[in-house]
């Protein structure tokens, strides 16, 4: 199970009382986990709705994953910048079904196991919070595509969504030479004293050089 499909089953299971705590403790944002307050905190999703959504999905697949908890407001507050208030969400079964549909049609490849799920607080109301799980991705970049802005590739750096570089670019579709690392070595015993000494040797066969080796 990757970090992000964590988070997302640790809200899910904590539901609307999780979120509480969460803004109680101001709750930051982080690589794996966003937060946003629905525009009209109903369906259907305005435009600044519909980018956020093709930026987290593109965003959190060209990363590690991550969550996107909708219905909750997160941002700078008397200087600590984390989740502020919870703003839940109305009509919430026709917000989930619009967000199934957008998907596909915001970015592409569509990363497999993306899940928009509902979170209830009163079963008898149409209203609450929606995750959007992004599980870590491991094919080609995915590319967003915003109404008036064209498309763009984007990458979750710390708290915010920013746009693949082109080496970055390069990188992921492989078109930059890449190392491949071959490991091998042997023991050897010196028979007088019995000392031992393990050899390793890493040999690089790719045309890539291979940097930022950490040796453990």
């Known amino acids: 199970m990757d970090a992000a ?4 089953e640790g809200i899910l299971a904590d539901g ?3 979120l509480q705590r969460m ?3 101001r709750e930051p944002e982080s690589n794996l986990l966003d937060f946003k307050r629905a525009k009209d ?3 259907p999703l305005r435009q600044d709705d519909r980018t956020h959504l093709a930026k987290s999905i593109g965003g959190f697949a060209n990363s590690d994953g991550g969550v996107l908890v909708w219905g909750v407001d997160a941002r700078v507050q008397n200087g600590i910048d984390g ?3 919870l703003y839940p969400i109305k009509k919430l079964k026709a917000f ?3 967000l199934e549909n957008l998907t596909p049609k915001y970015v592409y490849p569509v990363p497999d196991g993306i899940i928009h799920t509902p979170i209830y607080p009163d079963e008898n109301k149409d209203e609450g919070y929606i995750l959007t799980l992004v599980p870590a991705y491991d094919g080609l970049p995915v590319r967003s595509t915003i109404k008036d802005q064209g498309s763009d590739f984007f990458v979750r750096a710390g708290d915010q969504f920013t746009a693949m570089s082109h080496s970055h670019l ?6 930059r030479p890449q190392p491949k690392l ?3 070595g042997y023991l050897e015993i010196i028979a007088e004293t019995r000392e031992r000494s393990l050899l390793l040797f890493v040999t690089n066969l790719g045309k890539g050089l291979a940097q930022k080796m950490n040796v453990i």
């Open 5 to 8: 499909t964590k988070i997302y």
């Open 16 to 18: 609307e009382p999780g």
């Open 96 to 98: 989930k079904s619009e």
């Open 170 to 175: 390069a990188d992921r579709f492989g078109r």
């Open 23 to 25: 803004k109680l403790n």
């Open 182 to 184: 071959s490991l091998s």
């Open 41 to 43: 905190q109903s369906a």
């Open 83 to 85: 989740v502020c208030e």
